[in-house]
């Protein structure tokens, strides 16, 4: 096992067995993640390569590359590993979350309006703690805003600052 | 004298074109059909009140004249960018399809970065490229945020850009070896921009024009190199400078193997000129299409295709 060198991008290992960076999350290991926890289609991320740059914070990206593969960015960020509750970002939910058949809270537009600007919210929900995908409805079916941390009882926006916003009330 | 005034004899209708200089440019967004349809972009807009009108020559492409195209669920949703109606016009000139491999090699912000990826279906390899590092953060953030996965990000100079680290003479089945097509939206004096840009005239001297004149046949030279035989490459800019238009094409047809093509433009505009202060370029410059800002309410842009090898 080598250290990490959180410089570069480098391709998952496939699967854990393959594994020859310490602490590195495999392939197999993150699809499985967005599968279980989402109930996503177990081959939504088929055809996808995976990369690790900085510690823990994974990549998706629709081609591959040879690794490690000297770029500022492949894809899109995606995950975050290398703790103890794995983080989805806010632009992988939005992209990948539409599908998400669990751990999906649903708000009501007003929630909705205070969660895209960063505030934290009291809503109704018996489901597992951890990290949501937040929806709402719109142009008539349900979209994915973000990622939400539950715990008592909250709701944490954690949508990052640079993609809040105060939208105005519209009537 | 403003720069403006250089062209008026290149100009079909002076007038027009000084009041059209003149104006303020109306908020244009794209729907970004990578995460979502240009219906439910616009059932989204309804339904928010936000007054929209596709452009008539273009579905995806919207002219909201009481709105900017922040501050609204479609915006924060990723499903719309806002992006200056002609400079739609590149990337759909460009026209990849889904799979193919694709270099931006003066990619940021990332407007025409992000309407290649979705053209290609988020589909095959996308190298988006720029030497300005600052730069690069607003590609990256626009990139994430219309959902774009087929992306590279390289922070290189384009004038000597090198396949190696795509796997060039490798025998890897993904190695980059050349590319099926490239755009090269360059830097450059940005007269046009002055509707959106009343300060662009502030830096202009014929010495910048000169002096990124070679920095732009560099970047062509080097696009033409890095595409395969029988693939285009688009060059364009937002300038009316011919020393930074037709003679970067005159220097390039005549250094590297290309050719220009006929372009299928859906925006009114005029051919590229053939003689411009004494001197004279290849016949087929006039292939290239120079947008006024009268000629369809925008701002000036130049755009010409070439194809390599052929």
Known sequence: ???????????????????????RASRAEVIDW????????????????????????????????????????????????????????????????????RNVIELDPDEARRFLAGEDLTPAWDGDWGYLLVAH??????????????????????????????LPTRE | MTPLERYESLVDDVAAFRAACDRPLPAVVRVNTIKTTVDRARDA??????????????????????????????????????????????????????GDRVWDACAAPG??????????????LLVGNDNNLGRLSALRHNAERL????????????????????????????????????????????????????????????????????????????????TRPGGTVVYSTCTFAPEENEAVLDHVLDAEDCRLVDIDAPLEGVPGVTEWAGERFDPSVAKALRIYPHHNDTGGFFCAKLEVGA
């Open chain 2, 45 to 98: 807009l309804d339904s928010e009140g936000i007054a929209h009108e596709p452009t008539d020559w273009h579905p995806g492409v919207l002219r909201l004249p009481e709105d900017s195209p922040g501050r609204n669920w479609p915006h924060a949703h990723g499903w719309i960018h806002g992006q200056e109606e002609v400079s739609n016009l590149p990337a759909l000139v460009l026209d990849p399809d889904p």
């Open chain 1, 137 to 166: 409805r719109i142009a008539g079916e349900r979209e994915p805003i973000g990622v939400g941390l539950y715990v008592h009882d909250e709701l944490r926006s954690v949508v990052p600052k640079g993609r809040r916003a105060s």
């Open chain 2, 147 to 226: 959902g774009v996965t087929n992306i590279a990000v390289t922070n290189r100079d384009a004038r000597n850009f090198s396949l190696k680290p795509l796997g060039e003479g490798s025998d890897r089945p993904t190695a980059v070896d050349a590319f099926d097509h490239a755009l090269v939206d360059a830097p450059c004096s940005c007269e046009g921009t002055i509707r959106k840009n009343p300060d662009a005239f502030d830096t202009w001297s014929l010495d910048h024009v000169r002096s990124v004149a070679g920095v732009q046949k560099g970047i062509l030279r080097r696009a033409v190199q890095a």
């Open chain 1, 1 to 23: 096992m080598t250290d990490n060198d959180g410089q570069r991008f480098d391709r998952l290992p496939a699967t854990a067995a393959e594994r020859e960076v310490a602490g």
């Open chain 2, 111 to 124: 407007s025409k970065t992000t309407q290649l990826a979705a053209l290609m279906d988020d589909r095959g």
């Open chain 1, 34 to 101: 967005w599968v279980d926890r989402f109930g996503l289609d177990a081959d939504t991320f088929d055809g996808y390569t995976f990369w690790e740059k900085g510690a823990g914070k994974i990549w998706i990206f629709a081609a591959d590359l040879p690794s490690p593969v000297d770029c500022e960015g492949v894809g899109m960020t995606f995950l975050r590993t290398r703790q103890e509750h794995w983080k989805p970002t806010t632009n992988a939910v939005q992209r990948f979350g539409g599908a998400a058949t």
